[in-house]
Structures are given as structure tokens and as C-alpha cells.
């Protein structure tokens, strides 16, 4: 029992890494442009069934479609900022919700199009990778490509702490987060940081895509579930930071794996229990943050009920 | 218009020789039915160094956004140099070296005090990476901000928030700065450092455009005199010509001559 526990803790974990790729982007997004990318999601997707494509059809290896698809979807990035989510971002916060969920509808009726609803994975083309682990102590296994998921996971967040603390880009795209008319009034092109973010938050969650796809199947609606998972890791990480977005990802990949001790089906609800009582604390904590600290949001609570015993009228 | 009426011979200075670096002409922005400019024109010289005054809500701040290109304007040119920039972005306006700061001070939080002068130093690339570095720490010693580098900026106070303004603006490197109400808010001794640094970077050539109520520090510094009220220029010239005129004591002062 205690080593089912360990396994899964250490699993968990692991898995964690794979939400902290695919919310890193998104967190980048809400983070620094303020833009909700509710198409994230079917971008992993497509990111994963481009390099299916490159991998089964034109025989490339992995390692080389991923390197290939990866430029290509920063691109699409690119443009999709430039043409159409600069323009919804002018239109106030209901235009970006209402253009990326038509976007994220359109990707996944395009990609069936192109690729049909067949499941497709890429676990046949990595070969050992997909089942390989190393044993450790007390039977527990740690399988190779969760470890590597795992650890491009550290690269990623750690590299994107980097550029924004470090870099001139970086440096930019904060300042425009900040205040972008006082951004371009020094000369910043705040249009050209958030293009280059969401180039980045793109490419991201393609590469999660891939993941997903290695260790399991995607179809072209596979997205908007892995939507939710990192919207999950965002919110429970706390918005706008990106450490904070590799801790959520670790919560919640925990707790669907704990939840998995309990039965199959109880695995992705514990996650989303989880996330719905991490965002009751946040929003519990800000509002008394708003009122004085929690201690006195406890004495405003109590005053409440005293007054209501004693029909008072004070707070 | 008392354009030119204000204009004597006793305020001719070797500025008036040199062509308009920055010149806007019939400037009208309008918000609605209000009119935040109504057929401003205005010109500054390579070098010189103009005051502009008028009672809140004369535009003043308006201009500065319309030559900055905060916004576009209703109608009306502005020129800078030899080129007309009324179609010109803020950041297109930054590179060409026009810089201003905020009345209110609009610092990028998140970032350090250090940080908010490198993207205005980096911005553009006009400046190599070392390049950029040092002169951000430059304009920080001289803005009285060196000690403070690497603080955040959302630990910092009021005044030094307006330190940061001024050093963001040179962190540009402007030939034309435009300063919206910097002086407000510090003691004798501050006012004192501020007109000095300003009077530091006139006598390095650069071309100033200073929004102030502290009519005794802008009088130490400037040339030219600019009497803003309801959108449009009412008097300029020499500063005490300007300062003696009927309509600018009514306007701004709230006295009629005697």
C-alpha cells in the first residue's frame, strides 16, 4: 500500500511535468499579454499531429520533426497574434473568449479534416522510450520519458523565467505587461512582445502536445480537455507566475494520481476537486486581503454572527 | 491669437535663429463635443527651452500627449525635424527622439528601478548591449536615483517615481523632452537638484517643453513662456511679457491687472 502510494506520489509528480509544459504557455499569455488563448488547447493538439505526420508519412526521425515543428508553430503564433488576437484584445474582455473559442472550433473541425477521427499516437515511433524505466529502491519505477517530460519541464520554466528577467525581449514584454502606452512612449514595440509571447506560448504548447501524444493518443478533439488541465495547473500555480505554474502542474498531476489509488474513475475528478478548493482558498484569501487580512475577515465573520444574536446592525 | 504680439526684440535669444525642431500646427483633438485642443499651434527650437502654463484643463497635458502621439489628433501637423510625424506611433516618435514623462508618474512595476531605464536605454537598439547598460546607470547617478538601482519600482515613493520619469525619458535618448508637472510635490531643497539637472541638460543641447505650476523654478530655466486656457495658446514670448498680459492674469492667475 505504502509503495502503491509512493509510485503514484513519484508518478504524480512526473506527470506534473507535462501540465507545466502545456501551461506554461498559457500561463505566459495571462500572465504578461493578458490574453486568454481558449484555442491553447487544440494547438497542443496540432502541434502533436504535425509531427505525427512528419514522423509516420514522410519518415523523419522524432527528434527532427519536433526540431521542424516547433519554428513552424511559433509562426502560426505569430500571425494568429498579429491578425487576429491583437485585433480581439482592442474589442474589451468578451471579444479574445468569443474569437479563440471560435478558433479552438475551427483548428478541430480543420484538423478532422485533414487527419480524421482516427486516435493516433506516436508511443510506436519512440521505441524503447515509451515503456523503459529505472527501478528504484522498494519496487518503484520511474519511467524514462515521464523523467524527460519531467525535466524539460525545468528547462522550460527556468528559461522562461531567464528570458523575462534577462533579456531585452524579456525586459520588454514585462514593461509592456506593466503600462504599454508608457512602454511605447520609450520606444518599446509593445505589438512586436506580445507577438514574440505568443509565438512562444504556441511553440509550448505544441511541445506538450507531443508529449501527450508519445505517452498516450490524440484525436483532433483532444484539446479542449488539456485546455482545462492547464488552465487547472495556472490557477492553482497563481496567475502570472511561472514558477508558481510548475508547482500547480505538479498539484494537480499529483492529485489525479493519488486520486487514481482510489479508482480509475476518481483520478481526473480528484485533480478538479483540488483545483475547485485551491480557487475557494485564493478567492477567500483575496477577498479578506481586500478587507483588512483573514484575522479580520474572522472578526467581521463573528461580529456578524454576534450582531445577529443581538440584533445589532455593526460588522 | 497673440502669437507674435508677445514677441520683442528683448526676447530674441541665439534660439530664435535656429530652425523649429518641433513644430505642430492647428492641433485640434476633440472628445466628444469637448475640446481638448482647439487650433493649437506650437513651436520649439533646436535648444531652447519652453514653459508652458495655463489653469487645469487648458490642454496642456493634451498637447504633450498629441506631440508624443499618445493618441491621434482631430486634425492639425506635427513636425519634427524636417519630417511630418502626425501619423506616427509613440514608439516611432521615442526613436526619433521625442520623449516625455508622465504628470503622474506611470513606472512599470515588476520591474527595478535599473530595469524601467534599461527597456527605455534598449528599446529601439539604438544602444549596444553594454551601451544600453551604461548609460542607464549613468542617467540614474544623475537623476539621483543610483542608489535605488535595484529596487523594485513598487517599493519606491513618490518622488523618486518622478526621478524614474525624467531618467525612463533620458534612458531614450531625446533630443526633445517633454516634462509634464515634475516639480510638483518636492521640498525647496529638490526643486533646487530638479533645476539644476534641467539646466544641466539644456546647456548640453537639449530641446526642453516643461508643464509647470512652480512658476519661480520654471522661470530659472526657460526662454520662452506658453500661456495655455480652454485649448488654446493665449499669449507666448518672453516670460515676463507673458506673465504681464491681461488675458494670462485673468486666465491663470484669477486677477485682473490693476
Not at chain 1, 508553430?73 to 471560435?102: C, D, N, Q, Y
Not at chain 1, 534577462?166 to 505587461?177: C, D, N, P, V, Y
Not at chain 2, 501619423?87 to 520591474?111: D, K, M, N, W
Amino acid at each position: 500500500m505504502l509503495d502503491g502510494t509512493a509510485q503514484a506520489l513519484i508518478q504524480g509528480v512526473l506527470l506534473g511535468g507535462y501540465y507545466a509544459i502545456i501551461a506554461a504557455g498559457l500561463s505566459l499569455m495571462v500572465g504578461v499579454v493578458r490574453f486568454i488563448n481558449l484555442a491553447h488547447g487544440d494547438m497542443a493538439v496540432l502541434g502533436a499531429l504535425v509531427t505525427i505526420t512528419l514522423t509516420q508519412v514522410l519518415g523523419m526521425p522524432v527528434l527532427l520533426s519536433i526540431l521542424l515543428m516547433l519554428p513552424l508553430m511559433g509562426l502560426l503564433g505569430w500571425v494568429m497574434h498579429a491578425v487576429l488576437f491583437e485585433r480581439a484584445m482592442k474589442g474589451g474582455l468578451l471579444l479574445p473568449i468569443l474569437v479563440t473559442i471560435g478558433l479552438g472550433a475551427a483548428l478541430q473541425n480543420a484538423m478532422f479534416g485533414i487527419w480524421g477521427s482516427d486516435t493516433r499516437s506516436l508511443g510506436a515511433d519512440i521505441g524503447s522510450l515509451a515503456w523503459e524505466g529505472w527501478f528504484l529502491p522498494g519496487g518503484i519505477i520511474l519511467g524514462k520519458l515521464p523523467v524527460i517530460v519531467f525535466c524539460v519541464a525545468v528547462l522550460v520554466i527556468g528559461g522562461l523565467h531567464l528570458m523575462l528577467r534577462r533579456t531585452k525581449l524579456g525586459r520588454a514584454i514585462r514593461a509592456t505587461a506593466s503600462d504599454r502606452e508608457a512602454a511605447e512612449m520609450c520606444g518599446v514595440d509593445a505589438a512586436r512582445a506580445h507577438r514574440a509571447a505568443a509565438a512562444i506560448a504556441v511553440a509550448l504548447a505544441a511541445l506538450a502536445g507531443v508529449f501527450l501524444a508519445m505517452r498516450a493518443q490524440v484525436t483532433p478533439y483532444s484539446g479542449p480537455a488539456q485546455l482545462i488541465f492547464a488552465f487547472e495547473a495556472v490557477v492553482i500555480g497563481g496567475l502570472g507566475s511561472l514558477g508558481g505554474t510548475l508547482i500547480g502542474g505538479i498539484v494537480l498531476g499529483v492529485s489525479q494520481s493519488l486520486g487514481g489509488l482510489i479508482s480509475a474513475q476518481a483520478s481526473l475528478l480528484t485533480g478538479h476537486l483540488v483545483f475547485v478548493a485551491v480557487l475557494i482558498w485564493r478567492l477567500g484569501r483575496d477577498w479578506s486581503a481586500d478587507h483588512g487580512g483573514w484575522h479580520a475577515g474572522l472578526v467581521a465573520q463573528l461580529a456578524r454572527r454576534v450582531g445577529r444574536r443581538e440584533s445589532g446592525a455593526e460588522q | 491669437m497673440m502669437h507674435d504680439k508677445g514677441m520683442t526684440p528683448s526676447s530674441q535669444t541665439r534660439a530664435d535663429c535656429a530652425p523649429a525642431v518641433l513644430e505642430a500646427t492647428g492641433l485640434v483633438k476633440r472628445y466628444g463635443s469637448l475640446r481638448a485642443l482647439d487650433g493649437v499651434s506650437f513651436r520649439v527650437r533646436r535648444g531652447e527651452a519652453v514653459g508652458i502654463i495655463g489653469p487645469n484643463g487648458a490642454g496642456k497635458t493634451t498637447l504633450f500627449g498629441a506631440l508624443a502621439g499618445s493618441f491621434p489628433v482631430s486634425t492639425g501637423d506635427v513636425r519634427f525635424g524636417d519630417r511630418t510625424i502626425t501619423h506616427e506611433s509613440a514608439e516611432a516618435r521615442s526613436r526619433l527622439g521625442i520623449a516625455r514623462t508622465y504628470q503622474v508618474p506611470r513606472p512599470f512595476l515588476g520591474l527595478t528601478v535599473f530595469e524601467n531605464v534599461l527597456v527605455a536605454a534598449q528599446a529601439g537598439g539604438r544602444n549596444g548591449r553594454d551601451g544600453a547598460a551604461d548609460l542607464a546607470a549613468s542617467v540614474l547617478g544623475r537623476t539621483g536615483l543610483a542608489g535605488l538601482a535595484n529596487t523594485p519600482t513598487a517599493a519606491i515613493g513618490l518622488l523618486d517615481r518622478k526621478r524614474l520619469e525624467v531618467a525612463r525619458a533620458l534612458g531614450t535618448k531625446p533630443q526633445v523632452i517633454l516634462l509634464d508637472e515634475i516639480g510638483g510635490g518636492l521640498t525647496e531643497g529638490e526643486l533646487h537638484e530638479l533645476i539644476a539637472l534641467i539646466d544641466g541638460l539644456k546647456a548640453e543641447g537639449m530641446t526642453i517643453v516643461w508643464i509647470e505650476h512652480i512658476l519661480h523654478a520654471l522661470l530659472k530655466v526657460i526662454d520662452r513662456l506658453v500661456c495655455m486656457a480652454e485649448g488654446q495658446v493665449l499669449a507666448e514670448g518672453d516670460p515676463r511679457e507673458v506673465m504681464e498680459n491681461a488675458k494670462v492674469r485673468r486666465a491663470y492667475l484669477g486677477s485682473d491687472p490693476e
